[in-house]
Structure formats: structure tokens, C-alpha cells
């Protein structure tokens, strides 16, 4: 799980790079359910943020099915 957030209170575009062989990613809510799959490029993912939002992730692992 990670908890990411915008703090200079604009809105952004991002990559998040992962050097963990991540097999599938999701966002989800603050409670960490409704999970949402999106969509992993080139070992990272592409994030939008609004001004001060909080994005809960789920990363999925080879090891951690």
C-alpha cells in the first residue's frame, strides 16, 4: 500500500517509477476498498492530482499474488 499526496496546492501530473516488479497496480479509497486497476507503462504509472488530494495505492507483486 501507498498513500501519496499534492501539497503545493496545484494540480498535477506525475510518474510514479517502480523498481519493484509490480504485476498490477489499484487505487482505492482511504478505507483501502473499491479498488480501481490502472494501468501500469514502462514499470511506472501515470497519476493525476488534484490541489491537496490523497491517492491510496495497492501495488501487486509477483511474489504477493
Do not use: Q
Not at 519493484?20 to 479498488?35: C, N, R, Y
Not at 501500469?40 to 490523497?54: N, Q, S
Amino acid at each position: 500500500m501507498l498513500r501519496l499526496y499534492e501539497a503545493r496546492r496545484s494540480r498535477v501530473r506525475c510518474r510514479l517509477s517502480l523498481a519493484l516488479p509490480v504485476s498490477a497496480a489499484f487505487e482505492t479509497d482511504m478505507l483501502e476498498g473499491k479498488p480501481r486497476r490502472l494501468k501500469l507503462r514502462d514499470g511506472g504509472l501515470d497519476l493525476d492530482f488534484r490541489p491537496f488530494e490523497i491517492k491510496t495505492l495497492r501495488l501487486r507483486t509477483a511474489r504477493n499474488p
